[in-house]
């Protein structure tokens, strides 16, 4: 499969990037790891006229704590999230996250960033950055914003993202003592889209009661899901047995899955119910250990 | 546009048109033939190349991607006329049938034995996880890539 023919450009400069894209609008695409945008293109699901490469732009591919946040470059790529021991030994929803992914090959090329500015509700970080409660810096002609990422997914394949803008960034807080995160998929097979999915963070307070809960739900919807009345009904509480059941319930309820290959509507809903017990049993536990 | 690449060593200039993919440069322009284009849809990793000693899908990269790029494909491993380990095991352990695949899955086990000279099964199954074979089943090529760890570490 060939892609219709297009202009590339290089940028060497984050200046010059956002430059290019203020002048070439919508005909534009920003290749990062090209994971998602090249096969679309080889589909000729998507032509753009213009493709601007950010890969020649020195100093976005880095991962490290800084001022509590957890930040992750533009073009850090998967597989450094999983080499990584801070995200191994801090950010467990991430690890968990970066190990189901596509496969090892595309991880090797598919950054962080792009799986978010990609807008396909089907991918796995947005439902972790939502469960993370992240925000991402956004770079355009006029400057730079930063967006929460409850306000970032507007729609399949949508977000707040201008034109203009690149997605710098991603600014994960650092999680509390006596915080602990998992992320459950179901997969067909290695390098499918999940049937359903689902992201659980969660900091318990001395008590053992939860003080903070998010949880996000992947390939159940138009747009990532934010589980918030399911996240309403486990804080402050004490997560025992009937408290799970009742916050996984919400959690399915707010899940507007529909029928494909991977199953009924009804049956992945149900997924997400057992999903998020799961997850959040998991989340737990590796809360209770730190 | 230009392109300036390294390829096993050696290193090649070309003009490309930037639609063109890696795996068509390096079949079809460079003659390097090594490398199969299998499904074409980034799933089956029959297209693995090393780029800067990754292993990455050929098929899903442009060539001008790896502009002033190292590269290696499959007929890198050979040395003096001499197979790689990793190629001896897939002979002594008949890690192939039809042999689609193998370009592909000698190039990610390449990789991974650097980084992980001592593997356990689910570590090599685990590493060969986007690279699919539709003849053997997995059983005899984790068996090969286990027989050239042991080579590598001096077993053989």
Redesign the interface.
């Known amino acids: 499969m060939i892609p219709a023919a297009f202009a590339y450009h290089a940028p060497t400069s984050l200046a010059e990037a956002t430059s290019l894209l203020g002048k070439l609008g919508d005909g534009a695409k920003v290749l990062s790891g090209g994971q998602s945008l090249i096969p679309l293109m080889k589909l000729r699901l998507t032509s753009p006229p213009h493709v601007v490469d950010i890969n020649g732009i020195p100093g976005l591919a880095y991962l490290k704590e800084a001022d509590g946040f957890l930040r992750i470059g533009a073009l850090t790529r998967e597989c450094e999230l999983d080499d990584s021991e801070l995200i191994r030994t801090r950010y467990p929803l991430l690890h968990d996250v970066c190990k189901v992914i596509a496969d090892p090959l595309v991880r090797n090329l598919a950054t962080v960033a792009g799986n978010l500015a990609h807008g396909d509700p089907a991918n796995d970080h947005p439902a972790a950055m939502l469960a993370l409660g992240a925000e991402v810096v956004a770079l355009g002609g006029t400057g730079e914003r930063r967006i929460p990422i409850a306000s970032f997914f507007t729609g399949p394949f949508e977000t707040a993202l201008r034109a203009d803008e690149i997605l710098t960034e991603i600014r994960v807080p650092v999680p509390a003592p006596k915080s602990g995160g998992a992320y459950m998929k179901l997969e067909r097979k290695v390098g499918d889209f999940a049937t359903a999915a689902v992201a659980v963070q969660v900091t318990l307070s001395a008590a053992g009661a939860c003080e903070y809960v998010g949880i996000g739900l992947t390939n159940v919807g138009l747009t990532p899901i934010q589980a918030t009345r399911a996240e309403a009904a486990l804080k402050g509480k004490t997560p025992d047995d009937p408290v799970i059941a009742e916050a996984a319930q919400l959690a399915a309820d707010s899940a507007e899955p529909s029928d494909d290959l991977r199953g009924p509507a009804e049956y992945k809903k149900d997924l997400v119910r057992v999903l998020t017990t799961r997850a959040l049993r998991r989340a737990l536990e590796r809360a209770a250990r730190r | ?1 230009q392109v300036d690449l390294t390829i096993n060593g050696e290193k090649h200039q070309t003009d490309v ?3 063109l ?1 890696l795996v068509h440069l390096i079949r079809d322009v460079l003659r390097l033939t090594g490398t199969h284009i299998g499904c ?4 089956c ?1 029959a297209c ?1 190349v090393l ?1 800067e000693g ?4 050929s ?4 060539a ?2 790896a ?1 002033g790029k190292q590269l290696m494909t499959v007929e890198g491993l050979e040395q003096d006329g001499k197979l790689h380990p990793l190629q001896e095991g897939f002979m002594a352990e008949h890690g192939l049938q039809c042999g689609y695949c193998t370009p592909g899955m000698l190039m ?1 086990s390449f990789a991974f034995l650097q980084k992980h000279p001592k593997p356990s099964e689910d570590d090599i199954r ?2 060969i ?3 699919l074979c539709r003849c053997t089943g997995y059983v005899n090529i984790v068996k090969a890539v286990q027989h050239a760890a042991a080579t590598l570490n001096g077993g053989a």
């Open positions: 546009m048109e930037p639609r993919l074409d849809t980034t799933h990793g693995t780029l990754r292993p990455v899908k098929c899903t990269l442009f001008v991607q502009n990610t685990w590493a996880s986007g690279n």
